[in-house]
């Protein structure tokens, strides 16, 4: 449990943003572009991948770890970790929600992405209630937990954001990732095995077709064009959300 994809660190650490993926690559395709864009801007973020994506009709856990190691250098992460907890078999259990609050106590984000709240997969919407949960168990102060013979402090994130998948979930904002998309495909497609190329030999999924990955650049270009940019992604939020004032909105 816990293997590292991307820097070994031990210690607690202060992160603007940890996302949280039921698979690795979920990040990527939901919230890629605006990881990149925090991380342009001087914002610290993390990734928690859930699972090892095991399951997966190509590739194999060595090849997953390597793509995943590949694609958080070009998103800019700090750190990837991997929490293996079983792919296709995601419980709202207890051990489960351990290993997240321990890693929301590690990194001490102020907002948490998370998977989408519904979806095709089974193992996405399983993954949004789990982090969910761990996000408020991780502020009480009598469950303690320790990691390398240390105390860990609560935290609680300030926000859960849950991005889209699959499914078009009426987003209920969105963040403008126009010139963020291509980095953002990079990024996708640094998972080799997992999306579009013509020169494998390996099953046809879901998510290698040409439509799905041409679908990366027209769905954001679809919620760019509700929300008058050239690219967006969308997220829904687990409470209602308070403007300081207009100046971060696109006009």
Not at 240 to 249: E, H, M, Q, V
Request: with cysteine; proline share 3%.
């Amino acid at each position: 449990m816990g293997s590292f994809y991307l820097n070994h660190i031990f210690e607690s650490m202060k992160t603007d943003i940890l996302a949280f993926g039921a698979h690795p690559d979920d990040v990527e395709l939901g919230c890629g572009g605006t990881i990149i864009k925090m991380v342009s801007e001087g914002k610290i973020c993390a990734i928690v991948d859930l699972t090892r994506g095991e399951l997966g009709t190509r590739g194999t856990e060595e090849t997953r770890k390597a793509e995943a190691m590949d694609s958080a250098k070009i998103l800019g992460v700090i750190a990837r970790e991997n929490l293996e907890m079983k792919d296709g078999f995601l419980e709202n259990s207890r051990e489960y929600q351990m290993r997240i609050v321990k890693m929301i106590r590690k990194y001490r984000p102020e907002i948490v992405l998370a998977n989408t709240i519904d979806d095709r997969h089974p193992d996405h919407a399983k993954a949004a209630k789990l982090v969910s949960d761990a996000c408020f168990l991780a502020g009480l102060r009598k469950i303690e937990t320790v990691v390398e013979g240390e105390n860990q402090e609560v935290w609680r994130p300030k926000h859960v954001f849950h991005y889209i998948q699959w499914k078009n979930v009426e987003p209920e904002f969105v963040i403008d990732i126009s010139d963020q998309l291509d980095k953002k495909i990079e990024a996708c497609m640094a998972f080799k095995t997992q999306f579009y190329d013509p020169t494998s030999n390996e099953p046809e999924t879901p998510i290698t077709s040409k439509d799905f990955y041409e679908s990366l650049t027209y769905r954001a270009q679809d919620l760019g064009r509700l929300s008058g940019v050239t690219y967006a992604e969308g997220f829904t939020s687990e409470k209602l959300i308070a403007l300081k004032n207009f100046d971060g909105i696109v006009w």
